[in-house]
Structures are given as structure tokens and as C-alpha cells.
């Protein structure tokens, strides 16, 4: 019954969820952890141990193309993912890729996503596949509605149906 650790936790109530706390052990063998809060409300939920993540990729296929003209060098589409049955709703996106055809007529191409209600822009690399574009800790939902942006110029008319894959991340906590 000896002390070998205390963490003073004063909950920032503007971030919702888990927080997380490494201990180091010493040694094996039975520990004990006593939680106590001065105002004597919520509840505690604890895991034990390293916690368990799942990562995956989602690829969206849209089904409108995008169109680039002479006279219109950017074109914007809001794809909404917000009802994917396949992934989980705690899902958070670490990195967003997209495909297109490479097409000789187009020039100074550039691709960018951001959440609709976002203000500033995510740059995606047309050659750049392991490109971590997206911050983890930014916890922006894949289960969101998302907008897409390709600018270029073009000689004529030109349509593109990309393909934007999201590699995400969620946490398996017990229940």
C-alpha cells in the first residue's frame, strides 16, 4: 500500500472524451487506484493497459464528374460521407489521397479538401501516397461532409471523376 504515483486531473470540460494517462509500473504484481473527486459527481470509466486502435481507408467514388473549362480554372464539389454504414462513427481522418485521370491538356493542377464547415484548405499531392496531410489530433470526423476542390488550367472543356480515399483511425475501447 505504497504511493508510487498521483495525477491530478482538472478536466478541460471543452474537450469531450477520454483522456488518457500513462503510469509506469514498476514492477508486476496487484496495484490499486483510488479515483476521488472534490465536487462528488460523474462517473469514472477506466481502461487498463495500451489502448487499441483500428486503422483503416475508406474510398469514395462520386458519381457527378467534375468539369474545368477555359474560362472556369477551379471547380468545387460537397461530398457527404456522413451515412457510410462501413465505418465507425468515431472514425478520424490522418490523411486524404485522390486519383484522376493524368490528362496531357491540363496544367498547374492542384487538389484540396477541407470539411464544408472549415475554413481553410487540406493540399493533397497528386505523387505523394503516404502523405500524413491531416493532423490526428485536428479529430476531423470522416463521417462529415466534405469538400473537394480541383483547380487547373485547360485548352477545352475537360470532365474528371476522382476518386479521394481517407485513411482514418478510431479507438476500440471496452464497453
Given at each position: 500500500?505504497?504511493?508510487?504515483?498521483?495525477?491530478?486531473?482538472?478536466?478541460?470540460?471543452?474537450?469531450?472524451?477520454?483522456?488518457?494517462?500513462?503510469?509506469?509500473?514498476?514492477?508486476?504484481?496487484?496495484?490499486?487506484?483510488?479515483?476521488?473527486?472534490?465536487?462528488?459527481?460523474?462517473?469514472?470509466?477506466?481502461?487498463?493497459?495500451?489502448?487499441?486502435?483500428?486503422?483503416d481507408?475508406?474510398?469514395?467514388?462520386?458519381?457527378?464528374?467534375?468539369?474545368?473549362?477555359?474560362?472556369?480554372?477551379?471547380?468545387?464539389?460537397?461530398?457527404?460521407?456522413?451515412?457510410?454504414?462501413?465505418?465507425?462513427?468515431?472514425?478520424?481522418?490522418?490523411s486524404?489521397?485522390?486519383?484522376?485521370?493524368?490528362?496531357?491538356?491540363?496544367?498547374?493542377?492542384?487538389?484540396?479538401?477541407k470539411?464544408?464547415?472549415?475554413?481553410?484548405?487540406?493540399?493533397?499531392?497528386?505523387?505523394?501516397?503516404?502523405?500524413?496531410?491531416?493532423?490526428?489530433?485536428?479529430?476531423?470526423?470522416?463521417?462529415?461532409?466534405?469538400?473537394?476542390?480541383?483547380?487547373?488550367?485547360?485548352?477545352?472543356?475537360?470532365?474528371?471523376?476522382?476518386?479521394?480515399?481517407?485513411?482514418?483511425?478510431?479507438?476500440?475501447?471496452?464497453?
Open positions: 500500500m505504497n504511493l508510487i504515483s498521483r495525477i491530478q486531473n482538472l478536466k478541460d470540460f471543452s474537450v469531450m472524451g477520454a483522456t488518457p494517462f500513462k503510469v509506469n509500473i514498476p514492477k508486476s504484481g496487484n496495484y490499486y487506484i483510488k479515483v476521488y473527486s472534490t465536487s462528488r459527481i460523474g462517473d469514472y470509466r477506466f481502461f487498463i493497459g495500451t489502448p487499441d486502435y483500428t486503422i481507408s475508406y474510398t469514395y467514388h462520386p458519381i457527378n464528374p467534375l468539369t474545368l473549362t477555359t474560362e472556369s480554372d477551379s471547380v468545387q464539389d460537397t461530398y457527404d460521407l456522413r451515412n457510410i454504414d462501413s465505418v465507425s462513427d468515431k472514425a478520424v481522418v490522418y486524404v489521397s485522390s486519383t484522376y485521370p493524368r490528362i496531357s491538356d491540363i496544367s498547374n493542377d492542384q487538389i484540396s479538401i470539411l464544408d464547415s472549415d475554413y481553410s484548405w487540406i493540399p493533397i499531392y497528386r505523387y505523394s501516397t503516404n502523405e500524413n496531410n491531416v493532423s490526428v489530433y485536428d479529430k476531423k470526423p470522416l463521417k462529415s461532409l466534405w469538400t473537394y476542390k480541383l483547380e487547373g488550367n485547360v485548352s477545352k472543356y475537360m470532365e474528371f471523376t476522382p476518386e479521394v480515399t481517407f485513411n482514418y483511425v478510431y479507438p476500440v475501447l471496452p464497453k
